[in-house]
């Protein structure tokens, strides 16, 4: 079956230090990744995503992900957390074949401390 | 800027009513997707649709109906609302393919 994992419910980090959500997926086919943040009583703001090519992806407010095709995972990162970053983070598979549905995970709330 | 519109960012309804969620989206997309979202659950697809008066069941349709008469606009409907319908609603919408959503603002429902 179709799935995506967030191991880590919430993560919490200091102001300044480096960040990563993790995300592992299961899928049949070649996965298409992405990464969405949502704000307090707010919709999912997308942030990232990998289709093909080169496996680091850049994306909105200084945020990238790797996909690892031999770990199956797709784990968000930035170089230096802010307090602004606090939010809830969902990672979402779709794959060929399927009209575009993404599969989402549980969502990890990142937790940024001054 | 292209959006998605849901009609209402906070609603009160009570046990038995029947509730109408709207969505517009402007960006000429042929998928549009109903979600639910609950503390610890994540997201859960209620119904989705590839086309105008096409419909597809999610992992969790009981209790819900859609409708898609135009492309733009997909309605999510709760029959007779119950207690256990108290949630975040999330509509979204996309290109097909490989392309992501774009999300609505979110309804939060509350019925009592």
């Known amino acids: 079956a179709q799935s995506v994992a967030q191991p880590e419910d919430q993560v919490n980090v200091a102001e300044g230090n480096p960040l990563t959500v993790k995300c592992t997926y299961s899928v049949s086919g070649n996965p298409y990744l992405f990464w969405y943040v949502q704000y307090p009583n707010r919709g999912l703001q997308f942030l990232l995503k990998?289709?093909?090519?080169?496996?680091l992806v850049k994306g909105s407010y200084g945020f990238e992900a790797e996909f690892n095709k031999s770990q199956t995972s797709f784990h968000l990162k930035k170089p230096s957390a802010l307090v602004s970053d606090s939010a809830l983070y969902f990672c979402?598979?779709?794959?060929?074949?399927?009209?575009?549905?993404?599969?989402f995970g549980q969502g990890t709330t990142l937790q940024v401390k001054p | 800027d292209v959006k998605v519109t849901q009609s209402s960012r906070y609603l009160v309804k009570r046990t038995g009513e029947k509730v109408f969620l709207e969505c517009v989206q402007d960006?000429?997309?042929?998928?549009m997707f109903w979600y639910r979202q609950d503390p610890g659950l994540g997201l859960r697809l209620i119904y989705f649709s590839y086309d105008v008066k096409m419909k597809e069941k999610g992992d969790i349709p009981e209790g819900y109906s859609v409708s898609r008469e135009k492309k733009e606009r997909f309605s999510l409907i709760l029959e007779s609302a119950s207690t256990n319908q108290t949630s975040m609603y999330l509509c979204?919408?996309?290109?097909?393919?490989?392309?992501?959503?774009?999300f609505g603002s979110g309804t939060r429902l509350t019925v009592v």
């Open positions: 979204a919408s996309s290109m097909t393919g490989a392309r992501g959503y774009t």
């Open positions: 979402a598979v779709s794959f060929s074949g399927n009209t575009g549905k993404l599969i």
């Open positions: 960006m000429d997309h042929e998928n």
């Open positions: 990998y289709i093909t090519g080169d496996n």
